[in-house]
Structures are given as C-alpha cells and as structure tokens.
C-alpha cells in the first residue's frame, strides 16, 4: 500500500460575517479543534452600521483540508461568504508593521537609510530609537525587520495580512 501525502500550501481567504460577540473565538476554534495552524489573521468591520465584518485568514494546507476547512466555516452560521483569494487568482496582499530601532551613532544614520530603500515612514523618533510603519507583502516586511536586526532591533508590531481580489 502506497500512503501519498499532499504538498500544503500557503491560501489567503477572505470570511464575511455577522459581526456579533463569539464568532472569532468559533473560527479560531474551528481551526484549533482540527489541529490547523493560522498563520495570520486579521478582523475589521466593512459596513458604515458595523454590522458586517470581514476576516482575512493566512492558512497553509492541502488540496483536500483545504476545501474542509472552507466547508466547515461556511456551515457556521453567521458566515456570509467564504473566499479562497488564492484559489481565486489574482489579488492583493499586504501588511502592515510598526519596528522600533536604535536610533544612535551610526545605527541612526543606518536605520534612516534602510528606512528610505523599503520606503518606510518614521512615525516617532527620540533621541535613542526610530519608530517605522513599513508597509507591503509579507516578504517585505520580513526583509526590513532582518535587517533592523542588524542595526538595533527592539521591538517590532505586525498587523497580520489584509488581502483583496483584484478587477470585478
């Protein structure tokens, strides 16, 4: 007998829901109760009655864990819609990071000049650190905060992945 296991692999879905108390805490548990690892995820309201929200999940699986977990969260009740942005084609992905750095002697002028190549903003200074937001795709980010690292990393916010189908 021959066991095949799948390659898993990294998806992106986009989860429309009632915005009400629990629905987080069932997602999360839906994917904890069947041993799925979350890689990201972020929660925002999308209607002007804050009624609706949207969940972006970072996920990595199977072909086939992959469409039961799909299926699993489009039986919770109050999911609207459940979208594989990544199965789907073409979309958006970014994220959002805040790094705070040494900001004296050399590193200073080092942390401003990596700063400018990834395009980052300083959003606060002091006389001793920098804050960058740094904006992008998840390479991006992981990129600039190696590289912090080696300049004077001190602390670092991650706003987990946001993602969008681009065209219709």
Known sequence: MRITQEKSERHTLAVVVDNEPGILARIAGLFTAR????????????????????????????????????????????????????????????????????????????????GDVYRARVVDATTSSFVFEVTGGRDKIDKFVELMGEVGLIEVARTGIVAISRGR
């Open 35 to 114: 041993g799925y690892n979350i890689e990201s995820l972020t929660v925002s309201e999308i209607t002007a009655d804050k009624t609706v929200s949207r969940i972006t999940i970072v996920t990595s699986a199977s072909p086939a864990t992959l469409e039961q977990i799909v299926a699993q969260l489009d039986r919770l009740v109050p999911v609207h819609t459940v979208t594989d942005l990544t199965a789907q084609g073409a979309h958006v992905e970014r994220e959002l990071a805040l790094v705070k750095v040494r900001g004296t002697g050399d590193h200073r002028i080092e942390a401003l000049r990596l």
